[in-house]
């Protein structure tokens, strides 16, 4: 009777145990096919930006400039593949050969619109601060200088910041970090000039004079804002 009670107990364990394999493989290949998807999404959102990037390169200064809505190159678009990118390197792994397709596609895309940032301010006259951050996956101080830099893009949304992963090669990408000069992470290029190591906040703003005036106007607009407040308080 007992041997009996111990064959039930085993064929009712591999069946559950036998279920739980099945289930979990279901899921995952679920998954995979829902990154998959995501991964041909992410292609297509690149082709197409890179269409929008030779579109604008052929295009006049003043129909960029009078695009009340637009801005020059695709510097939201990149930050939202950025993510998504992001999102499937850490379900997949940083070694995944889609993803690490991905992030080269990704790598050329950034230095196309930084290309066409600095074009535009060459030939239209217009002011445009650019970041190159250079960065790598053996890098202790990195973590730490991209979130002084996400906290500069969410202080100072004019400024177009790149991150360019120099573990991902790309012909391109060495050569721009050759023509930099840059051979150790992190490194910042601001205004074509090189920053190597770790930078705080204040160095990095130090760094961009564009962000005194920002302070200032954005002051003036303060101060415009609550004088008439106080006006009517004082009349009443």
Avoid at 39 to 68: M, Y
Wanted: net charge positive; hydrophobic share 35%; with cysteine.
């Amino acid at each position: 009777m007992n041997w009996k009670r111990y064959i039930y107990t085993f064929i009712i364990t591999l069946f559950i145990f036998s279920f739980a394999i099945w289930l979990s493989n279901k899921f995952n290949d679920e998954k995979i096919d829902s990154l998959r998807g995501l991964g041909s999404q992410i292609s297509l959102d690149i082709l197409s930006a890179e269409t929008r990037f030779s579109l604008l390169q052929k295009t006049s200064c003043e129909h960029i400039v009078d695009q009340a809505t637009s801005t020059i190159g695709f510097n939201s678009e990149l930050q939202d593949l950025a993510s998504r990118i992001k999102f499937m390197e850490n379900q997949l792994g940083y070694e995944n050969p889609d993803v690490v397709a991905l992030k080269k596609n990704y790598t050329l895309l950034q230095i196309k619109d930084y290309l066409l940032s600095k074009e535009y301010h060459d030939r239209c006259k217009q002011n445009i601060v650019s970041v190159l951050y250079f960065h790598g996956t053996d890098c202790k101080e990195c973590t730490n200088q991209s979130i002084i830099l996400d906290k500069i893009t969410s202080d100072y949304p004019e400024i177009r910041i790149y991150y360019f992963d120099l573990s991902t090669y790309t012909p391109a990408l060495a050569t721009l970090a050759s023509v930099f000069k840059v051979t150790q992470t992190p490194s910042l290029v601001i205004n074509d000039k090189l920053y190597v190591g770790f930078q705080g906040v204040d160095k990095v703003e130090s760094y961009i004079p564009e962000i005194k005036k920002w302070k200032k106007d954005k002051e003036r607009m303060k101060n415009a804002t609550t004088t008439p407040a106080t006006s009517t308080k004082i009349r009443k």
